[in-house]
């Protein structure tokens, strides 16, 4: 008996058994129930995706002699077809006869009729590949077919193909094939044949092929030879180079935690191992990915790369904005990987990257935590003296904590609008970006420009005691001056927390709402060091201030 591969064993022989592409198998029956067959078609698509397999199964259908049920399988065109031997269904691949003498020999053959079926076909895949004589050898065929001949074309990179020969074609885009649709498949065949295969091994493999049916039973294939047809997850990482879920999960918390060494040992081991990187990188993309979407929905339903206690357990240690900074930074490093002969430095460095950044927020955190402390410290020796000044009649001392109100952050708020934004962002961006840093640098990094008008500037920053320290009328108005010498901003900074932020744009939403908001707040600037120190006096009128014009003082030339 012959020994096929699965994939060839369990291609699809009828329209029924194609899976993933549902609209091109609706479109085709319905072309050949009703007759309405065109003389050429392109199917395009990635490879794997069953574009050759659905050429056939028209081929078939086409000279089947039971339209209703076409290909039936079982009238003697479609037998001759199943074993491969019908004289009218002719196959090319353009890759091993791209020349245009093989082409002509094709055209001269089409204009002979059909020795068994209604219908001459030719299937020509990888048709991107013929010679650009070939191709306009083919083109001419396309202009003025003979009735009795159907093309269909199939390629993986129709941008190659003509365009004249793309516009003579009935076009077909084939889909990647759905990987819950490519993980059913598979278990469907596992328990034809007989295989062990864990529902978790069957998803890996669907990830893995990307798309490719043919790839997947390949794989599957493979991996019950590897098995002894028990096939577990892990018999997919060993092959594959793959890590487990929870080692990823554990390299990420390595990275979460600060444990450098912990990282390093790692990365090391899925080197000596033979890991590959570039999955690894996707692969954590995609469990950081299914975090901050379990964190914002708390649907199971949604994940796509780690169960639900998983989620759970990585949404409980970061926070959705984190954890899109790291996507964003692994995203970066996978592109690196192309131009790259060592992917698994760049890995390294920028998982120390993620680790180092996220070790200094936690100190920022840790800091403002401190921060908190010395205030409330602060506060309760006030309060202390309170008392003591209670008893003594004497007026209690004033808490200063620079906090803006409602009204006033609204007002600021109504005279701001994009344009003002959109430049002070740029010269914002150019000072912050420069290679000086210093405390006013520092207070600018840490907050983020939010709104701004024609004299004023709102940012938002990470903490209420970051706002306080640039609200405070000396620091104020330092960073007032220092923005105007530097960059000549002549604007007010006003700095809101986070939480006042939000609920300054929900009040401002309601009031706008219902036609109650405030006026534009005109701000009363600073006055700037050389407006303070104005033009230098002459001597004598100096002099006639200090002792009168009719003084006993005379100034002499």
Same mark, same amino acid.
């Given at each position: 008996?012959?020994?096929?591969a699965?994939?060839?064993?369990?291609?699809?022989?009828?329209?029924?058994e194609?899976?993933g592409?549902?609209y091109?198998?609706?479109?085709?029956?319905?072309a050949?129930?009703e007759n309405?067959?065109g003389?050429?078609y392109l199917?395009?698509?990635?490879? /794997?995706?069953?574009k050759t397999t659905m050429?056939r199964i028209?081929?078939r259908?086409?000279?089947?002699?039971?339209?209703?049920n076409a290909?039936?399988?079982?009238?003697?065109n479609c037998?001759?077809?199943?074993?491969?031997?019908?004289?009218?269904?002719i196959e090319?691949n353009?890759?091993n006869?791209?020349?245009?003498e093989?082409?002509?020999?094709?055209?001269?053959?089409a204009r002979l009729?059909?020795?068994m079926g209604?219908?001459?076909?030719?299937?020509?895949d990888?048709?991107?590949?013929?010679s650009s004589?070939?191709?306009s050898?083919? @083109?001419? &065929?396309?202009?003025?077919p003979?009735?009795?001949?159907?093309?269909v074309?199939?390629?993986?990179?129709?941008q190659?193909l003509?365009?004249t020969i793309?516009?003579r074609?009935q076009?077909f885009?084939?889909?990647?094939?759905?990987?819950?649709?490519i993980?059913?498949?598979l278990?469907d065949?596992?328990?034809?044949?007989?295989?062990?295969l864990?529902?978790?091994?069957?998803?890996k493999?669907?990830?893995?092929?990307d /798309?490719?049916?043919?790839d997947a039973?390949?794989?599957?294939e493979?991996a019950?030879s590897y098995?002894n047809?028990d096939i577990?997850e892990k018999?997919?990482?060993?092959?594959?180079?793959?890590?487990?879920t929870t080692e990823?999960l554990?390299l990420?918390?390595?990275?979460l935690?600060g444990?450098?060494?912990s990282?390093?040992?790692?990365?090391?081991l899925?080197?000596?191992? /033979?890991?590959?990187i570039?999955?690894?990188?996707?692969?954590?993309?995609?469990?950081?990915?299914d975090?901050?979407i379990?964190t914002n &929905?708390?649907?199971?339903? @949604?994940l796509?790369s780690?169960n639900?206690t998983q989620a759970e357990d990585?949404? !409980?240690?970061?926070?959705?904005?984190?954890a899109?900074s790291?996507?964003e930074?692994l995203?970066?490093?996978?592109?690196?990987y192309?131009?790259s002969?060592?992917?698994s430095n760049?890995?390294?460095?920028?998982c120390?990257?993620? @680790?180092?950044?996220d070790t200094e927020?936690v100190?920022?955190?840790k800091q403002?935590k401190?921060e908190?402390k010395?205030i409330?410290?602060?506060?309760?020796e006030?309060?202390?003296?309170?008392?003591?000044?209670?008893e003594?009649?004497?007026p209690?001392?004033?808490?200063e904590e620079?906090?803006?109100?409602m009204?006033?952050?609204?007002g600021?708020?109504?005279?701001c609008?994009k344009e003002?934004k !959109?430049k002070?962002?740029e010269?914002l961006?150019t @000072?912050?970006?420069g290679?000086?840093?210093?405390?006013y640098?520092?207070?600018?990094?840490q907050?983020k420009?939010m709104?701004? /008008?024609?004299d004023?500037m709102?940012v938002v920053?990470p903490?209420?005691?970051?706002?306080n320290?640039?609200?405070?009328a000396k620091?104020?108005q330092?960073?007032?001056?220092?923005?105007?010498e530097n960059?000549?901003?002549?604007k007010?900074v006003?700095?809101? !927390?986070e939480?006042e932020?939000k609920?300054?744009?929900e009040?401002?939403k309601?009031?706008?709402?219902?036609?109650?908001?405030?006026?534009a707040i005109t701000?009363?600037?600073?006055k700037?060091?050389?407006e303070?120190k104005?033009e230098e006096p002459?001597?004598?009128e100096?002099?006639?201030?200090?002792?009168?014009?009719?003084g006993?003082?005379?100034v002499?030339?």
């Amino acid at each position: 008996m012959k020994n096929e591969a699965l994939y060839q064993k369990y291609r699809s022989q009828t329209f029924d058994e194609v899976v993933g592409q549902e609209y091109i198998v609706q479109s085709i029956k319905n072309a050949v129930r009703e007759n309405k067959i065109g003389h050429a078609y392109l199917f395009c698509g990635p490879r /794997g995706t069953g574009k050759t397999t659905m050429a056939r199964i028209l081929a078939r259908a086409v000279n089947c002699e039971h339209k209703e049920n076409a290909p039936c399988g079982e009238c003697e065109n479609c037998k001759a077809a199943l074993e491969g031997n019908h004289p009218d269904i002719i196959e090319i691949n353009a890759a091993n006869e791209t020349h245009v003498e093989d082409v002509r020999d094709l055209i001269d053959r089409a204009r002979l009729a059909p020795m068994m079926g209604k219908k001459k076909i030719y299937i020509v895949d990888e048709v991107h590949q013929l010679s650009s004589s070939a191709a306009s050898a083919l @083109l001419k &065929t396309l202009e003025e077919p003979p009735e009795h001949v159907i093309f269909v074309l199939a390629t993986t990179d129709p941008q190659k193909l003509l365009k004249t020969i793309i516009s003579r074609c009935q076009r077909f885009d084939f889909s990647k094939v759905a990987t819950d649709k490519i993980k059913k498949h598979l278990l469907d065949i596992a328990s034809n044949e007989n295989l062990k295969l864990e529902e978790s091994a069957a998803l890996k493999i669907a990830q893995l092929a990307d /798309g490719g049916m043919r790839d997947a039973l390949s794989m599957l294939e493979q991996a019950s030879s590897y098995g002894n047809g028990d096939i577990k997850e892990k018999d997919i990482d060993a092959i594959y180079g793959l890590t487990s879920t929870t080692e990823k999960l554990e390299l990420l918390q390595a990275i979460l935690e600060g444990d450098l060494a912990s990282l390093l040992e790692r990365i090391s081991l899925y080197e000596a191992r /033979g890991i590959d990187i570039t999955r690894l990188t996707s692969d954590l993309i995609n469990a950081l990915k299914d975090s901050v979407i379990y964190t914002n &929905t708390k649907k199971e339903a @949604l994940l796509r790369s780690i169960n639900v206690t998983q989620a759970e357990d990585l949404a !409980s240690k970061i926070k959705p904005r984190q954890a899109l900074s790291m996507i964003e930074e692994l995203m970066k490093a996978r592109e690196l990987y192309k131009g790259s002969q060592s992917a698994s430095n760049i890995f390294e460095v920028t998982c120390m990257k993620l @680790l180092l950044n996220d070790t200094e927020e936690v100190i920022e955190k840790k800091q403002v935590k401190k921060e908190k402390k010395v205030i409330e410290e602060k506060k309760e020796e006030v309060q202390k003296e309170e008392i003591v000044y209670e008893e003594m009649e004497l007026p209690k001392p004033i808490i200063e904590e620079p906090k803006l109100t409602m009204d006033f952050i609204l007002g600021l708020l109504v005279q701001c609008d994009k344009e003002n934004k !959109s430049k002070d962002a740029e010269k914002l961006s150019t @000072l912050v970006n420069g290679l000086v840093t210093d405390r006013y640098i520092a207070a600018l990094k840490q907050s983020k420009l939010m709104a701004s /008008g024609n004299d004023c500037m709102i940012v938002v920053t990470p903490s209420q005691a970051s706002a306080n320290n640039i609200n405070e009328a000396k620091m104020n108005q330092e960073l007032y001056e220092y923005l105007y010498e530097n960059i000549e901003l002549d604007k007010m900074v006003y700095a809101l !927390s986070e939480e006042e932020y939000k609920e300054a744009i929900e009040a401002f939403k309601e009031r706008r709402a219902s036609g109650n908001l405030p006026e534009a707040i005109t701000i009363e600037k600073y006055k700037k060091k050389e407006e303070e120190k104005g033009e230098e006096p002459d001597p004598e009128e100096k002099l006639k201030d200090l002792f009168g014009k009719e003084g006993l003082l005379e100034v002499h030339d």
